[in-house]
């Protein structure tokens, strides 16, 4: 990794001529809830100033812009007895600016099940290798918990983070592309103050947390749990909406659906987003299904998210944002269950 410092005048010009040249997506004050709070969420701008690079929080993440809710995955023509399938995933180049550290931590979750994985995704990579990601540091929120999972901090999956240090960015620049780009605006090398800004700045960013889960030996306390009312007990207050997983960056879980015009002569087969906690998820040909409890698929999302399945390599997948939490109507936030869970095992 390279190292440089921007000043704030000059990331704006930068910002602003990326934005003149590309399609580029930030984070956009849309509204305010009914207590007052602004609501944040990523959307495409054409300016600088419509971005609000201190946002406080998105309640979506970046995830959907590499995986949509609903994509077309392929065509078919049926003509003289035979058929003709097209699939295309032709992305222009996009710049995403501000994404906070835990959601390009999802990201690179992300990439080993979708680039890296048996089965990788040509529409995920086409998006992922076109767009050019900026990083941000920020405070956290109260309820975040990332720096719990280590997932406070970015090491890799971004092409330049911004650490502020007052009147300047502290840039790590993780790609060819953004030491090349960085090439039109004014950067100098960190010097000895510069240096301590930023350390400074990393020991304030940790002191502001609020809330810790205790996820030491995690996985192997969820096996010994495994039967435990704990799962019930929440369980029954899960109304099966799946909002967990529509807000969640990682969570991708998804059904295929085929489409067959009237006609006959045309389809298309398209992925849409699904819920492991919608009641239907674990249902298959004949009716069977094989979670048919709440508890049971409370159990099996929690254990995805803090165990890992044999198609993540048993890695945690959760990055802490509790993004989940605020969303879950029945309230429902991991915290609570995992400090359920520990308790029950000390009795």
Excluded at 21 to 41: A, C, H
Excluded at 286 to 301: A, S, T, V, W
Excluded at 312 to 338: K, S, T, Y
């Amino acid at each position: 990794m390279i190292y440089k410092v921007i000043t704030k005048s000059e990331f704006r010009k930068f910002v602003s001529g990326l934005i003149r040249e590309n399609q580029t997506i930030g984070p956009k004050l849309v509204d305010s809830d009914r207590e007052g709070n602004p609501i944040y969420q990523f959307k495409e701008v054409n300016s600088f100033d419509e971005m609000d690079l201190d946002y406080t929080q998105a309640d979506y993440s970046i995830k959907n812009f590499y995986l949509p809710f609903r994509e077309e995955l392929s065509r078919f023509d049926y003509s003289n007895s035979d058929w003709e399938q097209n699939i295309e995933y032709h992305v222009h180049p996009r710049v995403i600016v501000g994404v906070r550290a835990c959601d390009i931590n999802a990201l690179t979750k992300l990439d080993k099940i979708f680039m890296k994985g048996n089965f990788p995704s040509p529409h995920y990579i086409a998006r992922r290798k076109n767009t050019f990601l900026i990083g941000m540091d920020h405070e956290p929120l109260d309820d975040c918990f990332c720096k719990s999972l280590n997932q406070d901090v970015v090491r890799h999956g971004f092409n330049l983070y911004c650490t502020d240090i007052g009147k300047s960015y502290y840039l790590t620049i993780n790609s060819s592309k953004a030491f090349n780009f960085l090439r039109n605006v004014k950067t100098s090398d960190p010097g000895k103050e510069d240096d301590r800004k930023y350390i400074e700045r990393r020991k304030y960013l940790k002191k502001k947390f609020r809330t810790h889960v205790e996820v030491t030996g995690l996985p192997a306390l969820m096996d010994i749990e495994f039967q435990s009312d704990v799962w019930k007990k929440w369980g029954d207050k899960c109304l099966n909406c799946g909002s967990c997983a529509m807000v969640c960056p990682t969570c991708y879980c998804h059904g295929v659906e085929e489409n067959i015009e009237v006609n006959l002569k045309r389809s298309r087969k398209e992925r849409v987003q699904y819920s492991c906690s919608i009641v239907d998820f674990a249902e298959v040909a004949g009716g069977h299904n094989f979670r048919p409890l709440k508890e049971d698929r409370l159990k099996y999302r929690f254990y995805h998210h803090y165990r890992g399945f044999a198609e993540n390599a048993d890695e945690q997948i959760c990055v802490g944002c509790n993004r989940c939490g605020r969303a879950c109507l029945a309230g429902i936030n991991p915290r609570d269950v995992i400090n359920d869970l520990r308790m029950e095992s000390e009795e």
